[in-house]
Structures are given as C-alpha cells and as structure tokens.
C-alpha cells in the first residue's frame, strides 16, 4: 500500500511539469497553504455549539450515536476519527 501511494505522489509531482491541455498554465509553486494544523479532538462533544450545529449540517452527529464511525477533517488537519466496533 505505501509503495502505491509513493507512486502516485510521483506521478502527481510529475504532473505539474507538464503543459495545460486546456487554457493558459498555471505556476504551482507560487500558491502556498496558509492552513494551520488543527489539533484532535477525543470527543465531539466538546466543540463549540455553533460548530456542532455545523457538522450536524454535515451529517455528523456529534453524540455519535447510531454511528458506524465518524471522520472530521478540516482543512489539512484530520479533527477526529473513531471507529466502533461491535463486540
């Protein structure tokens, strides 16, 4: 699995080397993430309200009841992720 993924990742960095097929190029290196790193939460629960009523908008419960398991990620930080399994 991780040597797929590297092959991918190269094809990709590969990829920005090359010309548009459609419309004028673009220079990828001069657009830059400004996305902070988000830290993880154990429990939805405890977010704000105004952000639970976000996620319940979603489609995430925030109790997390009826769930298979949750994943929550905003911009390029993963929030939350839980998996329940039934014993």
Known sequence: MKERIKE?????????????TYGTDIDIEAFEAKAKE?????????????????????????????????????DHSVVHYRERRKE
């Open 8 to 20: 991918i990742r190269e094809k990709a960095k590969q990829a920005t080397k090359k010309p548009a």
């Open 38 to 74: 988000l830290p993880s939460l154990e429990d939805l629960t405890y977010l704000p309200d105004k952000d639970k009523e976000n996620i319940l908008k979603a489609g995430i419960d925030p109790t997390e009841e009826q769930r298979g398991g949750s994943f929550l990620q905003i």
